[in-house]
């Protein structure tokens, strides 16, 4: 089927969040004279991914996952310091750590003039255009369609349906899902009766709750799958 839009997901997809994320969180904890050991970092990033996965399922709100995070975290390892002070710290650094993934850079330069482009990402939008903004890939995108500023967050059916009303002769049938997320992309694609792609470069297992359209494990799998 030929495709005319990608919808492409930022984190673990283009941008590499978790080199950003270990650095962010690494500089933090620093500054207030904590250890940073492989341990707490890998900790905190579980925690992370879990108040995610709530958040997507709306059972908590952003507000409550910027603190929690932090709180817990502070709590398992014996730290009495201020996690409010923490994730605003957090927040601020993020933002300042934009890197891609490797062969990001050129997938979206083999793709432009062929697809139209558009970034969707859950996130916060100041971290988010931080990150994204000056990276060489964004005049590539059309949007960045960041879910704090849509009102919905992947992979509620809102979020597709507001993005798809602000993409300009938008056509389901030609537009095509891309993500790393089973639960989130992938998930929020099906619900939006659009075809999808698993971005998947490290072959994780299959769900059989969430069927993706493609899946593929590399850039130039994705690459034939919409320039065929």
């Known amino acids: 089927m030929p495709y005319k839009i990608a919808l492409i997901d930022a984190d673990q997809t283009l941008l590499d969040f978790k080199r950003s994320e270990r650095e962010a969180l690494s500089d933090c904890l620093a500054s207030r004279g904590i250890p940073v050991t492989p341990l707490i970092i890998e900790r905190y990033s579980k925690i992370n991914d879990e108040h995610w996965k709530l958040l997507e399922a709306g059972k908590i709100t952003r507000e409550y996952l910027k603190i929690s995070r932090f709180e817990k975290l502070f709590s398992e390892f014996g730290y009495t310091y201020d996690p409010e002070s923490m994730a605003d710290d957090y927040w601020n650094t993020l933002a300042e750590k934009s890197y891609l993934l490797d062969g990001a850079e050129n997938f979206c330069a083999q793709l432009f003039g062929y697809v139209r482009m558009f970034i969707i990402t859950n996130g916060t939008a100041s971290v988010q255009k931080g990150r994204f903004n000056p990276s060489p890939i964004a005049p590539y995108f059309e949007n960045c369609f960041i879910s704090e500023e849509i009102g919905y967050a992947k992979p509620h ?9 602000m993409i300009p002769d938008f056509s389901p049938k030609e537009t095509l899902v891309i993500g790393d997320s089973l639960t989130s992309d992938i998930s929020g694609g099906n619900n939006a009766n659009l075809d999808t792609c698993w971005f998947n470069p490290n072959r994780l297992p299959f769900r059989e709750d969430i ?18």
């Open 157 to 165: 059916v809102e979020y597709f349906n507001s993005v798809a009303r």
């Open 211 to 228: 069927k993706p359209t493609y899946t593929a494990s590399s850039f130039d799998e994705i690459l034939r799958i919409l320039l065929s």
